[in-house]
């Protein structure tokens, strides 16, 4: 009769339970972080505080740029602090203006936040005090990511990607 070692090859029920355990609360732990995270987005749009920081600017010509500096768009209840640079064609620039980008702060603005697209939203702002400017259009998802639209009256329009975190 020939020698078999029986050597059981099921994993033990033990096992099984603490693997499944530790899923189940890593997969727990990132839904309730996204949803809080989602939360968080919903409070900095709906009470007009929340930055957008620009990760990639795509000029209407020319080629996309990843942006290494800190680049954003900051919005207060009360305030709007423009820090975007510019790329592209600009019809006609104010004496004196070195830097070229979109650099102003704000406080009298229109903000306009409407439902968008796969539960995001739609924001439109409008300075109303700063000269050769039109407004800012931006589409965000969810989950905080979105293009922003710089519109000027004496530059070539140019979006940037990047995502947004509230201000607290």
Known sequence: MPF???V????????IGKIFLI???VFLTNRT???SGKEAIRAGVESKKFVFHAQTALPT????RQLTADYDLRLFSDSLVSNLPFYGRAYSVPYGSGDGGFNFTSTKFEYTATPGKKKGWDITIKPKDVND????SL???DNGYGTLQVFSNN???????GYITEIK
Do not use: C, W, Y
């Open 4 to 6: 078999h070692n029986k």
């Open 8 to 15: 059981d090859m099921k994993p033990s029920n033990i096992t």
């Open 23 to 25: 899923v189940s609360v």
């Open 33 to 35: 972080n996204a949803q």
């Open 61 to 64: 010509s020319g080629r996309s």
């Open 133 to 136: 400017f039109r407004e800012f």
């Open 139 to 141: 589409s965000l998802s």
């Open 155 to 161: 530059r070539q329009p140019i979006s940037f990607t």
